[in-house]
């Protein structure tokens, strides 16, 4: 049984490095994103190693958080953790995981930012297997900005067919929205936070934390033979299941629908030109599933050829269509040249069109900018499901808005 456990954890600390180089290049905050409880094994296997001074891999990784130039911006406080110092902070985190234990996903998304398809089936696949959460702990460090904090949440959760209460730890970035309130932050960060929450993670205190967890872990798998090989089991199990389940919600791409043809003079089109804003794979089809069909790096230009309402672009890529998320490309510039006549509907007649005027309803969560470009400063956040005034849609995929008495600009695509 040692043996098992001792390959078992092996398996998931090389899982969660895979975790760790994915978080550095989306550049979010969130230290821990739990497939399941036994992900938190990993994180604090290798906060050992580090504290340890093991010269392992998942060390290096992690070392790599003390570069002092990533963080140069912020200054590192020594401050000791802080146990239940907030109670704002404690009713966020109490209200996350009774959703998430319901598999409330809705409920989640009000909290969370951030939140993906494959993240919301991925809670709802595991509320399947958590009886509750019986024990909940807030432990807060500052975050880099002010109202800002790292909160390490120590919990228990039982798992349906069994008794005991087995430890974790999850690391979330919370942050204070406009109104006042509370949130969990897992927007796109720039790298001098993303770096300042990594070392903070690896401070004293925070490697304490994590051994008196790995400790009480290690004790309850070893007394438990059928919990420990149910553990072992589950990631596995929940990556199967969740794959299955995203599959069903990935929709392909539709063909485009066949209209009679229309005047048969010489038209005029627009051909818009995108560059990508950092290093971003580029796909076969509008899915994160697809083929990877090349790498666009920083400041590449395309030709778009649609934008899609679904968060994707099409763009000619070397010769041929493929697609990168439209949140990692920006306009640059845009040409009319003439053009024969038309047969299909345009991208635009085809695409589900936002509000031009009045209001309109924010549907992802999304960043109120200074001027259209995602590069401009940003005024504030429109959350899901609020409703703002939408002064004028513009050719160029924004809209010019009035939000929370600022005048700003948001992607036309999150509205409707």
């Not at 400790?215 to 070893?222: P, R, Y």
């Amino acid at each position: 049984m040692a043996e098992k456990w001792k390959k078992s954890r092996a398996g998931i600390i090389e899982w969660f490095k895979d975790i760790i180089a994915l978080m550095k290049e989306n550049k979010k905050i969130l230290v821990v994103v739990a497939v399941f409880v036994v992900a938190i094994v990993a994180a604090i296997l290798i906060t050992n190693n580090l504290a340890n001074k093991n010269q392992t891999s998942g060390e290096a990784v992690l070392a790599d958080a003390t570069n002092e130039a990533a963080v140069q911006n912020y200054e590192i406080p020594n401050d000791e953790m802080e146990k239940d110092a907030y109670p704002e902070v404690n009713e966020l985190m109490k209200k996350y995981y009774t959703a998430a234990a319901a598999g409330d996903v809705d409920t989640v998304a009000t909290l969370r930012t951030g939140i993906d398809d494959k993240e919301k089936i991925t809670i709802q696949k595991k509320s399947e297997y958590i009886n509750s959460y019986p024990s909940i702990t807030c432990y807060t460090k500052k975050g880099p900005i002010e109202d800002s904090f790292l909160v390490y949440v120590y919990y228990e959760v039982v798992l349906e067919g069994f008794e005991e209460r087995i430890p974790a730890l999850n690391v979330w970035y919370v942050c204070k929205n406009e109104s006042g309130s509370y949130y969990i932050n897992e927007e796109l960060q720039d790298e001098s936070v993303t770096e300042y929450c990594k070392v903070i993670s690896v401070q004293d205190d925070v490697v304490d934390l994590s051994n008196t967890i790995n400790v009480k872990f290690n004790e309850i798998m070893a007394s438990n033979e059928e919990l420990a090989l149910f553990m072992d089991e589950l990631a596995a199990t929940m990556k199967v299941s969740v794959g299955e389940e995203l599959a069903k919600v990935e929709v392909p791409v539709e063909e485009e629908p066949v209209v009679e043809e229309v005047d048969t003079e010489t038209e005029e089109s627009t051909v818009i030109t995108v560059k990508a804003i950092t290093v971003v794979n580029v796909r076969s089809s509008d899915s994160e599933k697809a083929d990877k069909v090349g790498k666009a790096s920083e400041g590449q230009q395309f030709t778009l050829l649609e934008e899609k309402v679904n968060g994707w672009s099409k763009i000619d890529f070397e010769g041929q269509e493929a697609y990168i998320k439209t949140e990692f490309l920006e306009k640059v510039g845009q040409t009319v040249t003439e053009s024969a006549p038309a047969n299909n509907v345009t991208n635009e007649e085809a695409a589900v069109a936002s509000p031009s005027s009045g209001t309109a309803t924010v549907k992802e969560t999304i960043k109120l900018r200074k001027s259209a470009s995602t590069d401009s400063e940003q005024l504030g956040v429109c959350y899901t499901g609020e409703r703002l005034e939408v002064i004028e849609k513009q050719s160029d995929g924004w809209s010019k808005v009035k939000y929370n008495g600022k005048t700003g600009y948001v992607k036309s695509e999150f509205l409707e």
